[in-house]
């Protein structure tokens, strides 16, 4: 049975990992789930994606330590292996993700919604990166990418310190954007989605892809980015049917993906 639940809302895909009695902790057959959850996504169809996790306690837990706690060097570097190219895959996902964190988001938790576009969290979601405490490093991007989204001096004490980081903080550092009361997280999370969803996908894209890119390279070659990512645009139906609404003063809008 898969470990990740798919749900589609008009142009928004929900993605839900769904282990509940581990609080969603992340094992190998979980990891392929979401994966292959991913990969099931109708990319001409869709248009925003939100991954949550089952429960009102836990976004996802962490990883298996279960399954972690007999591996051996070559396994414990397959396994961080297979989780970073799982999360990579989401970064680099053409359709934006939003991670909607409703509770626990540790360790593989914290690196699975780090990977992911804009991130709104329910007000009982910590995050944190407990693996010093277990003896390893964070091994999906923890240390990479948390490093990069909020201050390097930051991400160390939350790391080498095991700290974890209530939801007002999270936003506070720009972990997060937004925080919700619990039941308001998923209407929010929704009417961002829709939001998205509204705009010319293609242009949608193409954002996400030259904002990516250009964080990896200094600016004279990111503006380079941004230039082709706008040039290709004037290539789509979407960009004369987006100008000409704007010239003929209509607020309908009827993007083709195209």
Do not use: W
Request: glycine share 10%; proline share 3%; hydrophobic share 45%.
């Amino acid at each position: 049975m898969s470990n990740v639940k798919t749900e589609v809302q008009g142009q928004v895909a929900i993605l839900t990992i769904s282990r509940p009695k581990a609080l969603n902790a992340l094992n190998s057959e979980t990891l392929d789930d979401i994966k292959a959850a991913f990969e099931a996504i109708d990319q001409k169809e869709i248009r925003a994606v939100i991954l949550t996790g089952d429960g009102d306690k836990s976004f996802v837990a962490g990883a298996d330590i279960a399954e972690m706690h007999g591996l051996n060097k070559e396994q414990g570097t397959a396994f961080g292996k297979k989780g970073n190219d799982v999360f990579r895959y989401i970064e680099t996902f053409p359709i934006p993700v939003i991670a909607a964190v409703n509770g626990y988001a540790l360790g593989g938790g914290n690196e699975i919604c780090m990977s992911c576009d804009i991130r709104l969290a329910s007000d009982n979601a910590v995050f944190g990166q407990p693996e010093a405490g277990l003896g390893i490093t964070p091994g999906f991007g923890g240390t990479q990418r948390l490093a990069r989204i909020v201050a390097p001096g930051i991400a160390k004490e939350i790391i080498y310190a095991t700290k974890n980081i209530k939801a007002d903080k999270a936003k506070e550092i720009g972990l997060v954007n937004e925080v919700y009361p619990q039941a308001e997280l998923m209407p929010a999370a929704l009417k961002l989605a829709n939001k998205i969803a509204a705009n010319a996908p293609i242009a949608v894209r193409e954002c996400k892809k030259a904002i990516n890119d250009g964080l990896q390279v200094d600016m004279d070659k990111a503006i380079v980015i941004e230039e082709e990512a706008f040039g290709r645009c004037f290539e789509t139906a979407d960009q004369k049917e987006g100008m000409g609404a704007f010239l003929e003063k209509r607020k309908d809008k009827h993007f083709i993906n195209a």
